[in-house]
């Protein structure tokens, strides 16, 4: 079946990085990209960025644009997420998540489908 | 970029009422407009895409509508494995989440 299976929680000092991965498995690696979504506590869904495991392409959300790097290595059909800059308010639970496209009505349309079971990422002094 | 903004952001209910989160998008998204169900200590689950597609395995009792700019979830009975969060998440540019309905026990 399709799994995604992240990496364990971390605890940060504030000013470093952190590296959370995302092993995939049960489906065809390069047919989907790879979303991260992280949820801070208390707070709402907040999507970071995707990658296409085809291409290596990213995009990202506006302010997460130059702390985030997401990479792909397809030889382990894994997905990595790097925070660099941690702050306190980076404390978060973070997910990774398959980028599906559906096609409908001739129209296509992207979701997330699949999830991994999330990282707790914990930065404090 | 674009703003979902949901509402309400909390209901409570009682199991077998029929419950209804609308969503409203800050400029006209087609229907490119999915929901999800987060439950705390679990990933979210993917519950609608295309605004009104059931995703498989899904319950029917989950259904949705809209399009352009606003957007209704609608649980016809709520059962006791649905209360959670409610997030609406637009893909029409980008990827934009709304704030989130918790649907609490009343």
Do not use: H
């Not at chain 2, 597609?53 to 899904?58: D, P, Y």
């Amino acid at each position: 079946q399709v799994q995604l299976v992240q990496s364990g929680g971390e605890v940060k000092r504030p000013g470093a990085s952190v590296r959370v991965s995302c092993k995939t498995s049960g489906y065809t690696f390069i047919n989907y990209g790879i979303t991260w979504v992280r949820q801070a506590p208390g707070q709402g869904l907040e999507w970071m960025g995707w990658i296409s495991s085809y291409s290596g392409k990213t995009n990202f959300a506006q302010q997460f644009q130059d702390r985030v790097t997401l990479t792909i290595d397809a030889s382990t059909k894994i997905a990595y997420m790097e925070l660099r800059s941690l702050r306190s308010d980076d404390t978060a639970v973070y997910f990774c998540a398959r980028l599906a496209y559906i096609v409908v009505e001739a129209a296509a349309t992207s979701a997330f489908d699949i999830w991994g079971q999330g990282t707790r990422v914990t930065v404090s002094s | 970029d674009i703003q979902m903004t949901q509402s309400p952001s909390s209901l409570s209910g009682s199991a077998g009422d029929r419950v209804t989160i609308t969503c409203r998008a800050s400029q006209n998204i087609d229907r490119y407009l999915n929901w999800y169900q987060k439950k705390p200590g679990e990933a979210p689950k993917f519950l609608i895409y295309a605004a009104s597609k059931l995703q498989s395995g899904v319950s029917s009792r989950f259904s949705g509508s809209g399009s352009g700019t606003e957007f209704t979830l609608t649980i016809s009975s709520l059962q006791p494995e649905d209360f959670a969060t409610y997030y609406c998440q637009q893909s029409y540019s980008s990827l934009t989440f709304g704030g989130g309905t918790k649907v609490e026990i009343k």
